[in-house]
């Protein structure tokens, strides 16, 4: 009673309670406090590392990413109790990581600027080999626990999500993209609307130029690296190609995204254009062996991702469908329809007419355009 100041025991019930939950925040309130304090001296400690050696900025950044883990299971256990808190951690663990990517693809970029990079014949020779590897190898490190943590490959219904980029392979990239929007992007002569294959073909022409520094000088390095994780059993990771053609990828994505709306009131353009990512598609997984880390389930295409995830599909089928019927009704109204061809067979065979000839003609060219295309059922 004289603890709760009560002269029954009725009134010390709930007094009590009051004070057992204000003995409760207070505790929480301190634990709140000692965890910014250590979030506070983790990001202090990677950003005085980074002054000196880059290198010995990640343990401190690895501590700090993995408080902020636990933080994040310990918020979805407590049913988001301190989003407040949550949300400060993650913008400190970031502003961080931010940083420490810069410094690391700085390093990198030093590097590739010694062996002339984008040049196509660039090689790395012995005396740059241990720095090559360095950096590359830091940017892997720096990434590791986001691709543990990652299971791209699922997603509800059609929403797939997209393999990531390797850090070094996107630094890799950067001037590749930088060439491809000089081309694609702005006034060039290489950049029509008309012409998608001018910039479908300048990407598997990259592939073709730097395939072999990519497998001599890329590969090995992944390989050492991801030996014996369970990242090893992913082509995007381990495969120097795969993840090449992903850190490629996103520049078409953004070009083909621009473009479809300029098309999408002209049916030939339109189907020229999605025919065109068809055949590319085509080239990515059987000249490349690209699956995207799908595995089984293999990679659907940027085809499959704009006409079902960015629901262009029905449109598309209508222009097909439009284009056939119209060519169809002027082959039947044409005034030799019914003559015969006695040019296109064997002088002994049955003659068939030209009207036929042209209509067989037409099954041909759609059944060759749409060959490209994925099983349908998968558009559904």
């Known amino acids: 009673m004289v603890i709760t100041a009560s002269e029954t025991s009725d009134d010390a019930v709930p007094r009590f309670q009051h004070v057992l939950d204000t003995l409760h925040r207070l505790d929480v309130a301190h634990g709140y406090v000692q965890l910014l304090t250590q979030v506070d001296d983790l990001s202090k400690q990677a950003q005085a590392q980074l002054q000196t050696s880059n290198e010995a900025a990640l343990a401190p950044y690895k501590q700090l990413r ?12 407590a049913e988001g109790a301190a989003p407040q808190l949550l949300h400060h951690v993650n913008t400190i663990t970031h502003a961080l990581r931010t940083k420490i990517l810069d410094a690391f693809s700085a390093d990198l970029d030093r590097t590739l600027k010694k062996i002339h990079w ?6 790395i020779p012995s005396q740059l080999q241990e720095e090559w590897e360095t950096a590359i190898v830091k940017l892997l490190d720096l990434q590791l626990p986001e691709l543990q943590g990652m299971s791209y490959a699922s997603g509800p219904g059609d929403k797939v999500k997209l393999p990531p980029v390797l850090f ?6 950067q001037p590749l993209e930088m060439r491809f929007r000089y081309h694609f992007d702005g006034d060039k002569p290489t950049n029509r609307i008309d012409r998608p294959e001018y910039f479908l073909s300048h990407i598997t022409t990259l592939l073709n130029d730097y395939s072999a520094f990519v497998s001599d000088h890329v590969q090995p390095v992944l390989l050492r690296h991801f030996r014996g994780t369970n990242l090893a059993l992913n082509p995007v990771y381990i495969d120097a190609m795969s993840a090449f053609i992903t850190a490629l990828l996103p520049m078409l994505r953004s070009k083909i995204g621009s473009l479809l709306p300029k098309v999408a009131g002209q049916p030939q353009l339109l189907s020229h254009l999605m025919h065109e990512i068809m055949s590319f598609d085509t080239t990515i997984r059987d000249t490349w062996g690209y699956d995207g880390g799908y595995g089984v389930d293999g990679w659907k295409g940027l085809s499959w991702e704009f006409l079902v995830q960015g629901d262009w599909f029905g449109r598309w089928l209508q222009v097909e469908k439009d284009f056939a019927l119209s060519r169809y009704q002027n082959i039947v109204e044409a005034p030799d329809f019914g003559d015969l061809d006695y040019e296109s067979v064997d002088p002994k065979a049955t003659k068939p007419t030209k009207g036929a000839i042209r209509v ?7 059944t ?4 490209p295309t994925p099983p349908f059922q998968i558009y559904r």
């Open 368 to 371: 060759g355009m749409s060959s």
């Open 168 to 173: 070094p392979i996107e630094v890799l990239v």
């Open 118 to 123: 984008p040049t196509p014949k660039a090689t």
């Open 360 to 366: 067989n003609d037409l099954l041909e060219t759609i």
């Open 66 to 77: 993995a408080l902020h883990t636990r933080l994040v299971n310990l918020q979805d256990d």
